[in-house]
């Protein structure tokens, strides 16, 4: 089934934001500069996004579904989870070592719209609480559900806070040990307690 003309004016409008989005923050970018950069009408614009939040929401659900593919693919290896997880820390690295990496659009999104409850702020958590499960899930197979979500959880905050010194500029020390501690971390949860 080909993609209908309007679908893809959809998607042309929320790739073209997220180019935008991820280089100049979302506020700093107007609708008026992604409706130019698009080549779209503003009629076009309106009816598919009536307001900028939810423009900004679906760019970040685009974000996010791009990631769960390369999770999907990656739960159906037939690899150890430690090395599923360090391949989570090697694509990680390979972004942070991308021209294109300026940090983590998501992180932006809730720098910028910091409020429990606004959809901004709701599409990030869906996505670093998906995160954090399906490394759950990997875990849950060497080790007990509780012991996997506390160690999911804090593999979670080692990617973010790599993310965050590679956007400083220290992306190898930071990828480096990330994932060095992280499987310290799932060995030493692996003992029996």
Known sequence: MTPSPVSDKRQHVVETAYALF?????HATGIDRIIAKAG??????YRHFPSKDELIVAVLDYRARRFDDQLDRLARKDITPEQKISEIF???GRWFRSPDFH???FAHALAEFGEPGHPVFE???RQKNGLRQRMRSILSEVMP???AENVAATLLMLVEGATL???MGQ?????REARKTALDIIAASRRPQ
């Open 22 to 26: 991820r280089r100049a923050g979302f």
């Open 40 to 45: 779209v009408a503003k009629m076009t614009m």
């Open 90 to 92: 090697d694509w990680h």
């Open 103 to 105: 940090g983590c659009l």
């Open 123 to 125: 599409a990030v958590a």
């Open 145 to 147: 559900r509780g012991r």
């Open 165 to 167: 010194m590679a956007q």
């Open 171 to 175: 992306a190898d020390i930071a990828l």
